[in-house]
Nanobody
Framework: QAQVVESGGGLVQAGGSLRLSCAASGIIFGIPTMDWYRQAPGKQRELVAS???????EYATSVKGRFTLSRGGAKDTVYLQMNSLKPEDTAVYYC?????????WGQGTQVTVSS
């Protein structure tokens, strides 16, 4: 059974850092891409960062230079390092595993940045 689990959210002051983790399991045939999305209250879910099998990354303009997405040593694990956090980064962050048989979402982890 496919499963995507995020962790690492929390409360941090503006200018601080957090690292989010996402681990996927039970997915056969591999995971070409893993993405992080976020959704703030009253707003649409938006793509924050994406990484493919080759380690190539893409970032939303709003986080470029502050967030870094990388693959972990464990298979199908990625990390989102978030530095210089701003109050506008406050949102629920979701991990998406894009596979050959469908997309799998995690349950989300709350990130709150206080001013």
């Amino acid at each position: 059974q496919a499963q995507v689990v995020e962790s690492g959210g929390g409360l941090v002051q503006a200018g601080g850092s957090l690292r989010l983790s996402c681990a996927a399991s039970g997915i056969i045939f591999g995971i070409p891409t893993m993405d992080w999305y976020r959704q703030a209250p009253g707003k649409q879910r938006e793509l924050v960062a994406s990484i493919n099998r080759n380690g190539d990354t893409e970032y939303a303009t709003s986080v470029k230079g502050r967030f870094t997405l990388s693959r972990g040593g464990a298979k199908d694990t990625v990390y989102l390092q978030m530095n210089s956090l701003k109050p506008e980064d406050t949102a629920v962050y979701y991990c998406l595993a894009g596979t050959y048989t469908g997309n799998y979402w995690g349950q989300g982890t709350q990130v709150t940045v206080s001013s």
